[in-house]
């Protein structure tokens, strides 16, 4: 129990910080909460990434679009930890401006999380666009 207890403190603070920044335009707060080990891959709303190259390709271009949000909200719907893996899934609520433009939309996510040297990393992302 203390292992997933451990992996929720750091989904309800560093992480949801890092998602925040993110869309106020800071990819690198993501960045750093993920794995510099491979396999990393995303499955991404916009964009697909596998492999640290692409993945750092990709949270360098969505971050420049990004900017003023005004609420970003993670309503975690289920999630576990079992030694050194672990999962999200949740609805991902989002108010910020997108290439310019006041945007407000919900994210479904799904994350897979691998701890690595004592710390939780992301190592797989996966979003879509909620709709009815």
């Given at each position: 129990?203390?292992?997933?207890?451990?992996?929720?403190?750091w989904v309800g603070t560093a992480?949801?910080?890092a998602e925040h920044a993110l869309h106020d335009g800071d990819a690198?707060?993501?960045r750093a909460l993920w794995s510099r080990r491979e396999p990393v891959s995303v499955l991404g709303a916009r964009r697909n990434a596998n492999g640290l190259r692409e993945v750092d390709e990709l949270f360098a271009a969505p971050a420049a679009g990004f900017s003023d949000c005004t609420d970003h909200r993670f309503e975690l719907l289920t999630a576990d930890a079992v030694g050194d893996l672990a999962c999200t899934a949740g609805l991902e609520h989002v108010s910020a401006s997108v290439d310019g433009l006041p945007?407000?939309?919900?994210l479904r996510v799904t994350q897979v999380h691998r701890r690595e040297d004592g710390a939780w990393r992301v190592v797989h992302r996966r979003g879509d666009t909620a709709t009815g």
């Open positions: 129990m203390a292992d997933r207890d451990d992996f929720l403190q992480l949801y910080a690198g707060s993501r945007r407000t939309y919900v």
